[in-house]
């Protein structure tokens, strides 16, 4: 069954278009990464399927229903970003304890047992936390409330290397003993890749990619060598990035559609073949025009 639909799905902001012609199908039960650069989309496409904002133009369907005011989508669904307000009245203890009421599958044991290892204290206030522990409590409170559909925001934000760590491995046992469909930005994905079922990659507001962790891994490969022995291989591929190194080296990223028997001509061409990262292969994917950084200092020396 599809957790999430969107068909055609636009999201303007005066005459920002945030969100650009979005088609997307999720399947339920699953944890996907959502990735792009700073300002690809991410929160902008999270507030809608959760229903927080309201879609300009297109189509969009989660568990069937349209999320925006949607009490079915909102007594099904939970949305975690840094920017959770709480009443400030009650202490951490006395969060969690409403959290039984808001959410029918909420884990009230699990939700002290994390309390209890990260070291909060029942008296604590949200307002006092460090930034840490803010996504800390906040991660805990989108865990235990076990929704059928759990959306994360960025939601390491602050926590050091350490409490990260720990955060991936409570969301895996809890999501491998309790299925459900989770969807978590981040921009720390080299971390995060071994949780992901799938990908969703968003580039100014448009889909770039959405594929399995396993194909993202093989999208694309390098190729280093000489240039006359590389630039045979480049024709009619789909180059991600090159970089000239030495006189006449070079050093490219291309989406892999090569045979083995490919693979081994280059070899035995010399050329070096490696593979490429996600993370990588998400970047070359949505490289900023323009020659980037260097080509900023290049500005400066020349004048
Ligand atoms: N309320 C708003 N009013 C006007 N423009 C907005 C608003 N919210 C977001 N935008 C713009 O929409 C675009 C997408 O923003 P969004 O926050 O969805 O990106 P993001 O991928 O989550 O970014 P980041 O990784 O930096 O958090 C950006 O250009 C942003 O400036």
Request: aromatic letters at 8%; proline letters at 3%.
């Amino acid at each position: 069954m599809k957790a999430i639909h969107c068909k055609e799905l636009t999201k303007q902001y005066r005459r920002k278009a945030a969100l650009d012609g979005v088609d997307l199908s999720i399947d339920d039960n699953k944890i996907i990464g959502l990735i792009g650069r700073n300002g690809a989309g991410k929160t902008t496409l999270l507030k809608i399927i959760s229903g927080m904002l309201r879609e300009s133009s297109g189509h969009v369907e989660v568990f069937s229903k349209r999320p925006f005011n949607n009490l079915f989508v909102s007594a099904n669904s939970i949305y975690i970003d840094d920017q959770m307000n709480f009443p400030p009245s009650l202490t951490l203890k006395e969060l969690l304890k409403e959290g039984r009421r808001f959410y029918k599958n909420w884990d009230h044991d699990l939700a002290l047992r994390l309390f209890e290892h990260f070291g909060f204290h029942e008296k604590e206030s949200h307002k006092n936390l460090s930034k840490g522990k803010e996504s800390t409590f906040n991660m805990i409170v989108g865990l235990c409330s076990r929704c059928p559909l759990t959306i994360f925001d960025e939601p390491t934000t602050g926590m050091d290397a350490a409490v990260r760590k720990d955060f991936h491995r409570a969301l895996l046992k809890d999501y491998i003993a309790h299925p459900r469909t989770i969807l978590l930005s981040t921009h720390y994905m080299n971390e995060m890749e071994d949780l992901f079922e799938e990908v969703v990659l968003l580039d100014h507001g448009k889909l770039r990619l959405h594929t399995t962790m396993d194909d993202l891994r093989e999208y694309a490969i390098g190729l280093s060598g000489k240039v006359s022995s590389v630039q045979p291989w480049l024709e009619g591929r789909d180059v991600l990035d090159q970089q000239e190194s030495g006189l006449d080296d070079v050093q490219v990223a291309v989406k892999h559609d090569y045979t083995d028997g490919e693979i081994q001509r280059m070899r035995l061409d010399g050329i070096s073949v490696t593979s490429i990262q996600p993370t990588d292969a998400c970047m070359f994917l949505t490289k900023q025009e323009g020659g980037g950084l260097d080509h900023v200092f290049r500005s400066n020396e020349s004048e």
